[in-house]
Nanobody, 118 residues
Framework: QVQLVESGGGLVQAGGALRLSCAAS????????MGWYRQAPGKQRELVAT???????NYADSVKGRFTISRDNIRNTMYLQMSSLKPEDTAVYYC????????????WGQGTQVTISS
């Protein structure tokens, strides 16, 4: 059982930066693959970035070079450092934790709103 709580969302001007945090609690969180997803109004939820327990990362093409995902396994916290923000980054951002090959171990946070003004 894993609980995820996002924080750090807010309103920022285009070109600015923001850091999102996801605090995780539960059993064996450090072995989960974790990731950030986002959903804008009227659009499907999409992958932003993922990070494995070993630190391997994957990014959506739309955020490569601008966003950095990281995790602190001691504190069970994941981060998304966002820079050069664009209005199209506006969305609710969700934290996710999952176990590879165990699809029922798939957890989501409540989301945090990120709004980028032009």
């Amino acid at each position: 059982q894993v609980q995820l709580v996002e924080s750090g969302g807010g309103l920022v001007q285009a070109g600015g930066a923001l850091r999102l945090s996801c605090a995780a609690s539960g059993s064996a969180v450090s072995i989960y693959t974790m990731g950030w997803y986002r959903q804008a109004p009227g659009k499907q939820r999409e992958l932003v970035a993922t990070i494995t327990n070993g630190g391997s990362t994957n990014y959506a093409d739309s955020v490569k070079g601008r966003f950095t995902i990281s995790r602190d396994n001691i504190r069970n916290t994941m981060y998304l450092q966002m820079s050069s923000l664009k209005p199209e980054d506006t969305a609710v951002y969700y934290c996710n934790a999952r176990r590879d090959r165990i699809p029922w171990l798939d957890y989501w946070g409540q989301g945090t709103q990120v709004t980028i003004s032009s």
